[in-house]
């Protein structure tokens, strides 16, 4: 059960999809107004690929965003010999240093050259989903909550070790309970997060990580195996999640890039990490982002979630919160709201 008192949109933004649940207390969350997009980062890709279809410099203008397919299609669009100009917010998307993005031939500039395609970035699309809704005669909520994964600011850095170095950081302070990876207001080091917070003011902006296993959770299965400890795995576009938990206590985690792992990799690491013994360089080293480890957890139960759940792990128990895999994420916000603001 859900216990928010008021309407309010849930966005969880991965690199294929944004999922997006608009929450009425009135009405059976079963059937809530549910939206799976695409995630803005190929909105942003889209449109800087039609620029380069019609042979148009493109200037970058907005907000810090994530990156993958909006950044492969800015050096597409370069190595076609096309100039690409972008405000110093908008240019943060494809690196922190600003001086590795001049490198890359991007000009960095206040105003869009006249004969340049001006392409917004922003992860929180208000506009556009706002009149999605506006076009079914559903209002859009007062109340806003958000998630992206953030690798935190980074410059000089590889943002995969920052990242988990805060979420190491969260962890060690909460003692390793599963609410430690929320923080509100998101952390300074956050750009990602508090740039949708800045387009969003009193939004709950948080990662996309902890809400997947907050969200796993309220499928009933998932919940009633959880006290005598479970591995829950999120395999998403972008990114696999996995974590052993007893209760509401991490025993350990890793974060991999999806399109590195194979079935038979992916249960290598999660056994690894079930018996204590996974190192954050292992993953580190495999181009993921890093495991910590707090002790072993021996179970043989696996719960998993996301687009490539049944690619990966088809003998696992295919979690689906409220009847609705896509939307797990999406859940965990509503968990993470009623927790933080209504706890």
């Excluded at 000089?156 to 509100?184: V, Y």
């Excluded at 591995?231 to 991999?256: D, P």
Aim: contains cysteine; hydrophobic residues 40%; negative net charge.
């Amino acid at each position: 059960m859900i216990g928010i008192d008021a309407p309010l949109l849930a966005i969880d933004i991965g690199r294929g999809t944004q999922d997006i649940l608009v929450y009425d207390p009135d009405r059976p969350l079963e059937n809530s107004i549910k939206l799976v997009l695409p995630s803005p980062t190929e909105v942003v890709a889209a449109a800087i690929r039609q620029a380069t279809l019609r042979e148009q410099p493109v200037f970058l203008e907005g907000h810090l965003m994530g990156g993958g397919a909006n950044v492969k299609a800015v050096r597409q669009h370069l190595a076609a010999g096309l100039a690409v100009s972008a405000t110093r917010e908008a240019a943060a998307t494809i690196h922190d240093d600003l001086d590795r993005v001049r490198a890359l031939g991007i000009r960095i500039a206040d105003n869009a050259p006249t004969d340049a395609v001006p392409i917004h970035t922003t992860d929180y699309m208000e506009r556009e989903l706002r009149a999605t809704l506006e076009m079914f005669a559903v209002e859009y909520p007062a109340k806003v909550a958000v998630a992206v994964q953030d690798h935190g600011y980074s410059p000089h850095r590889s943002n995969r070790i920052r990242r988990f170095e805060l979420l190491r950081e969260r962890l060690d302070a909460g003692d390793w309970h599963l609410d430690s990876l929320i923080t509100e207001p998101p952390l300074p080091d956050m750009t990602r997060m508090r740039a949708i917070l800045k387009q969003a003011p009193g939004a709950l902006v948080t990662d996309t990580g902890p809400v997947a296993l907050i969200g796993a959770l309220c499928d009933p299965w998932v919940r009633s195996r959880a006290d005598d400890g479970i591995i829950l795995v999120n395999v998403g576009n972008g990114h696999t999640l996995c974590c052993t938990l007893k209760g509401e206590e991490i025993y350990g985690f890793f974060e991999h890039h999806t399109a590195s792992l194979d079935p038979h990799k992916l249960q290598h690491y999660i056994w690894r990490l079930a018996d204590g013994l996974l190192t954050s360089e292992e993953i580190f080293d495999d181009g993921g982002h890093g495991a910590a480890v707090r002790k072993p957890l021996f179970t043989e139960i696996i719960a998993a979630t996301g687009p490539n759940r049944q690619r990966f792990l088809p003998d696992a128990y295919q979690a689906a919160p409220f009847g609705d895999m896509m939307l797990t994420g999406s859940f965990g916000l509503l968990k993470a709201w009623e927790r933080i603001r209504q706890g």
